[in-house]
Every structure is written in C-alpha cells, then in structure tokens.
C-alpha cells in the first residue's frame, strides 16, 4: 500500500493528494497519517507546494464526508429507526437509545462534527449521525471544512518539518488509532453480551 500511496502523490501531485484522501473517507484503511505527512515532505523537498497539498487534502476529505452524510440524510432517522428495530440486538441499540442520540446530536452536532473531523477512527463515522440528524447542510460543510483543514494541515506541517522521517508521524499515531480501535470493538462486544 505504501508503494501505491508515494506512487499516486509523486505522479498525481495536489491531485494525486486529493483522491488519496477521498478514497481514505470512503475505506479508511488508507490511512490520512501516512498520505499527508508524505505529502508535506515532498513539498518540504520543493516538488509540490505546501498550500496546494493542504487544499487538496482538505477538498479531498471533505468530499468523503460528504458522501457518508449524504447516505445518512437519505436513510433519515425513520428508516434507521427501523432497522433499529429490526436489528437491534445485533447494532447493539434500543429505540429509545437511538432516539436520545438523534437528540444530542441536534443539540450538540456542529461540536461533533469539529472535533470528530480529528479523532482517528472517527473521521468517517461522524458524518452519519450529522446526516441522520438531519443537521443542516451549510452548518455541516463548514465545520467539517474547519476540521478537516487543521487536521490536514497538522500533518502535513508534521511530514514538512520532520521531512525523510515523515514516516515517524504515521508511526506515532499508530497506537491511539489501535487503542480507539479496540475500545470501540470491546464496547461493541459488552453491549451484545449484555443483551443476552
């Protein structure tokens, strides 16, 4: 995969950059911790430039998670209810768990969505519940535009002064990507022995 990534960005430049982090919101196993410090260290090297590989990322992330609140919005809290319903015991969710988290995130969603823009593991996933929630469109792309521009830009900064040892930033977040991982994964896991 590694291969693939130095690949598209050397070839692709700020486009290359661009559908790096597109594809990355669609199927988070290409990991943004690795493509954009990258990215910063072939503009640290002159051949890209610093301000069109964090325009590209940013565009790039944002286009992705446009596409998973657009699936939310179209699913709406009526369908999702339903497949609550229908496969609760396996979503590890009641009605009225569902129900409460709609609410808070009506009251609390644009925060959501900044800070989930930042949180590894999270990136993706926020934008569901934002389109569920049927928060609104231009309050949704501005904070996932603010978040996603200073995640973006934080690695790309990391990649552009750490330079040939850009590879360290991926390896530094590696842990608390896993430790997210496995905390959500043993919730999950709780949850469905609990409904036994």
Avoid at 145 to 165: E, M, N, R
Wanted: proline residues 6%; hydrophobic residues 55%; contains cysteine.
């Amino acid at each position: 995969m590694f291969d693939i990534i130095t690949g598209m960005i050397a070839g692709g430049g700020a486009f290359g950059v661009l559908v790096l982090m597109l594809v990355e919101n669609l199927f988070p196993p290409i990991p943004s911790e690795l493509v954009m410090p990258l990215a910063g260290f072939l503009a640290a090297q002159g051949k890209l430039s610093p301000l069109a590989v964090v325009a590209a990322g940013t565009a790039g992330s944002v286009l992705g998670a446009l596409f998973w609140y657009w699936l939310g919005r179209a699913i709406g809290p009526v369908r999702f209810l339903a497949l609550v319903d229908r496969y609760g015991r396996w979503l590890t969710l009641t009605r009225p768990e569902t129900l409460a988290a709609i609410h808070w995130f009506e009251r609390h969603g644009r925060a959501a969505v900044f800070f989930g823009r930042m949180v590894p593991g999270v990136r993706t996933l926020i934008s569901i519940p934002a389109g569920l929630a049927g928060m609104p469109f231009l309050p949704f792309l501005l904070f996932t535009c603010a978040g996603s521009l200073i995640w973006v830009s934080g690695l790309t900064l990391a990649g552009y002064l750490l330079q040939a040892q850009y590879d360290r930033v991926h390896v530094l977040l590696d842990p608390a990507t896993t430790v997210i991982i496995v905390v959500v994964v043993v919730v999950y896991l709780w949850r469905l022995l609990r409904r036994r």
